[in-house]
């Protein structure tokens, strides 16, 4: 179905309830494990009556968000137990909230989200690791290298404490502007590559959890905001950066509305080879033709895996006074629920991977074997084997190592570029990594090799070095870093 496993096996109730057994047992944190199904596509069962019975029939789900404060309101929790098998964090897993302080983390309102949805069979989306609103209130007070590394320990911070427990996570949010250029933030300027260092960073903290890019008014095909995203997916694919979805969190609202061309939209992300889902869904006074269309777009896509509200009921939503949303304030469902349970429920494609295959006779000769179709989570090593190797001209540059952070299994290095009396126009770094270390992402350079014999070399933006400048580059790696990596040198271009 994906490109990365999908984290959840189909359980049945009684194997869920032992597994919370344990769970609760060992009292941990957060109390259940990855129990929620992924649903079996039958589209010759008949029609679902709630919203995730209906798209379970073609593999889909059916979700929401909620806030922490809905935990207390049993007509909000009464609808999402019974109609929803996908949850959201409205705020709760934001880095503002989850790593208020430098390296301490608040887990408490984003695992009592968590634990209730999961005891109830659903699965989760994690929102969101890396954006420029809401962020910790100290990353405003660093910018350049010390930015991106808060970004990255943050990253490795949250995902650990979730790992294996995810359905997906939005890895980034909202780095786009509306002419397609990348937004401008403190993020962006700590280097374009921020992005891809993100997601680098996030397969290696979590590889069993699908790592998504979440954005808003990236519906019409023809904008140029779509078309910058696009691109940006287009280019990691090639490079073999790791992104499995795209979120599209259609917001047909505030004077944006469901785009004639939507379905091409998500047909095209998905035939980049990612999934592609409806992460945040609401439309302005809840338009019934809106809601059947957008959810029909989505069935209509095979990859198209889900689609998510924004809040249950219109008291739920954050522009609450538009009514956009699937449920009155007295938890009744509108003529928009109808329209897309009846939408769900006529999907005549399915999300691949969840068809049970029909019974098939023993084969008589071993089967072909299929290539693996997961991508490679380390980058491709871009320096062509002809590149000659470098000169190590005298009193060039020099470059100075160290280990920056380090947890068990893998660590992160920052080296300093310090160039000689004389202006350059390019560098490379070589050094030999210890046994058992591998290098997963490189900042700020491009490396060959990844273990043993490395080098880095500028990235295009870093190379030119006046006399005596300096830069920084990095790198996240597995392995032990007790031993440092040896025979560092520096060699301009
Ligand atoms: O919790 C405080 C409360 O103590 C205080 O009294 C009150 C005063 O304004 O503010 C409360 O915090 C608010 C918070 O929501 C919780 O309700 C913030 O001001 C408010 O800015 C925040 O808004 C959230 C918004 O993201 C912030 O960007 C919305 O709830 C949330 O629905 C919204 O979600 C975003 C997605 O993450 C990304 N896509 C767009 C979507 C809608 O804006």
Same mark, same amino acid.
């Given at each position: 179905?994906?490109?990365?496993?999908?984290?959840?096996?189909?359980?049945?109730?009684?194997?869920?309830?032992?597994?919370?057994?344990?769970?609760?047992?060992?009292?941990? #944190?957060?109390?259940?494990?990855?129990?929620?199904?992924?649903?079996?596509?039958?589209?010759?069962?008949?029609?679902?009556?709630?919203?995730?019975?209906?798209?379970?029939?073609?593999?889909?789900?059916?979700?929401?968000?909620?806030?922490?404060?809905?935990?207390?309101?049993?007509?909000?929790?009464?609808?999402?137990?019974?109609?929803?098998?996908?949850?959201?964090?409205?705020?709760?897993? &934001?880095?503002?909230?989850?790593?208020?302080?430098?390296? =301490?983390?608040?887990?408490?309102?984003?695992?009592?989200?968590?634990?209730?949805?999961?005891?109830?069979?659903?699965?989760?989306?994690? $929102?969101?690791?890396?954006?420029?609103? =809401?962020?910790?209130?100290?990353?405003?007070?660093? !910018?350049?290298?010390?930015?991106?590394?808060?970004?990255?320990? $943050?990253?490795?911070?949250?995902?650990? $404490?979730?790992?294996?427990?995810?359905?997906?996570?939005?890895?980034?949010?909202?780095?786009?502007?509306? %002419?397609?250029?990348?937004? !401008?933030?403190?993020?962006?300027?700590?280097?374009?590559?921020?992005?891809?260092?993100?997601?680098?960073?996030?397969?290696?903290?979590?590889?069993?959890? &699908?790592?998504?890019?979440?954005?808003?008014?990236?519906?019409?095909?023809?904008?140029? &905001?779509?078309?910058?995203?696009? *691109?940006?997916? &287009?280019?990691?694919?090639?490079?073999?950066?790791?992104?499995?979805?795209?979120?599209? =969190?259609? $917001?047909?609202?505030?004077?944006?509305?469901?785009?004639?061309?939507?379905?091409?939209?998500?047909?095209?992300?998905?035939?980049?080879?990612?999934?592609?889902?409806?992460?945040?869904?609401?439309?302005?006074?809840?338009?019934?033709?809106?809601?059947?269309?957008? #959810? =029909?777009?989505?069935?209509?896509?095979?990859?198209?895996?889900?689609?998510?509200?924004?809040?249950?009921?219109?008291?739920?939503?954050?522009?609450?006074?538009? *009514?956009?949303?699937?449920?009155?304030? *007295?938890?009744?469902?509108?003529?928009?629920?109808?329209?897309?349970? *009846?939408?769900? %429920?006529?999907?005549?494609? #399915?999300?691949?991977?969840?068809?049970?295959?029909?019974?098939?006779?023993?084969?008589?000769?071993?089967?072909?074997?299929?290539?693996?179709?997961?991508?490679?989570?380390?980058?491709?090593?871009?320096?062509?084997?002809?590149?000659?190797?470098?000169?190590?001209?005298?009193?060039?540059?020099?470059?100075?190592?160290?280990?920056?952070?380090?947890?068990? /299994? /893998?660590?992160?290095?920052?080296?300093?570029?310090?160039?000689?009396?004389?202006?350059?126009?390019?560098?490379?770094?070589?050094?030999?990594?210890?046994?058992?270390?591998?290098?997963?992402?490189?900042?700020?350079?491009?490396?060959?090799?990844?273990?043993?014999?490395?080098?880095?070399?500028?990235?295009?933006?870093?190379?030119?070095?006046?006399? %005596?400048?300096?830069?920084?580059?990095?790198?996240?790696?597995?392995?032990?870093?007790?031993?440092?990596?040896? %025979?560092?040198?520096?060699?301009?271009?």
């Amino acid at each position: 179905m994906n490109d990365v496993p999908a984290p959840s096996k189909r359980l049945t109730r009684s194997s869920v309830r032992l597994l919370l057994g344990g769970a609760c047992a060992l009292a941990i #944190t957060v109390t259940s494990m990855v129990v929620a199904t992924t649903a079996q596509a039958d589209l010759s069962g008949p029609p679902g009556t709630t919203l995730k019975a209906a798209a379970e029939r073609s593999g889909r789900y059916f979700g929401a968000a909620m806030g922490a404060d809905r935990l207390n309101d049993s007509g909000f929790l009464n609808i999402a137990s019974r109609e929803f098998d996908m949850m959201t964090a409205v705020n709760e897993m &934001k880095p503002d909230a989850t790593e208020p302080n430098p390296g =301490q983390f608040d887990f408490s309102r984003g695992d009592a989200i968590y634990n209730w949805a999961t005891q109830r069979g659903m699965r989760f989306r994690g $929102h969101t690791l890396a954006w420029h609103a =809401q962020q910790p209130r100290f990353w405003g007070s660093l !910018s350049g290298s010390a930015l991106r590394q808060a970004m990255i320990s $943050h990253i490795n911070g949250v995902m650990a $404490h979730y790992k294996g427990k995810l359905y997906a996570w939005d890895v980034v949010n909202e780095a786009y502007a509306e %002419n397609g250029s990348r937004r !401008s933030s403190n993020l962006q300027s700590t280097g374009n590559d921020w992005i891809e260092v993100a997601f680098r960073t996030a397969r290696a903290a979590d590889p069993s959890v &699908k790592l998504c890019y979440n954005d808003y008014n990236i519906e019409n095909w023809t904008y140029a &905001k779509t078309q910058g995203v696009y *691109n940006m997916i &287009k280019d990691f694919k090639a490079r073999g950066v790791p992104v499995d979805c795209v979120g599209l =969190q259609t $917001h047909f609202t505030g004077g944006s509305s469901l785009p004639g061309n939507f379905q091409q939209t998500l047909s095209s992300f998905a035939a980049l080879g990612v999934d592609v889902a409806l992460t945040e869904a609401d439309v302005t006074n809840a338009s019934t033709t809106q809601y059947a269309g957008l #959810t =029909q777009a989505c069935m209509n896509v095979p990859r198209c895996v889900g689609i998510t509200t924004w809040g249950i009921r219109d008291s739920d939503s954050w522009r609450g006074n538009e *009514n956009p949303l699937l449920f009155d304030r *007295n938890s009744n469902p509108k003529p928009a629920y109808t329209s897309v349970l *009846n939408a769900l %429920n006529a999907a005549s494609t #399915t999300v691949p991977g969840t068809t049970t295959p029909p019974p098939t006779t023993p084969p008589t000769s071993a089967p072909p074997t299929t290539p693996p179709t997961t991508p490679p989570t380390t980058p491709p090593t871009s320096e062509p084997p002809t590149t000659p190797p470098p000169t190590g001209q005298p009193g060039g540059c020099t470059a100075t190592y160290r280990t920056v952070s380090s947890w068990n /299994g /893998g660590f992160q290095a920052e080296i300093i570029v310090t160039n000689g009396s004389a202006a350059i126009s390019g560098w490379t770094v070589q050094l030999t990594m210890a046994s058992g270390q591998t290098i997963q992402n490189v900042w700020n350079g491009t490396n060959t090799g990844n273990s043993g014999a490395v080098s880095i070399r500028n990235a295009s933006y870093n190379g030119a070095l006046g006399p %005596n400048a300096s830069t920084t580059l990095g790198f996240l790696a597995n392995g032990s870093s007790s031993t440092a990596p040896g %025979n560092i040198s520096c060699a301009t271009a």
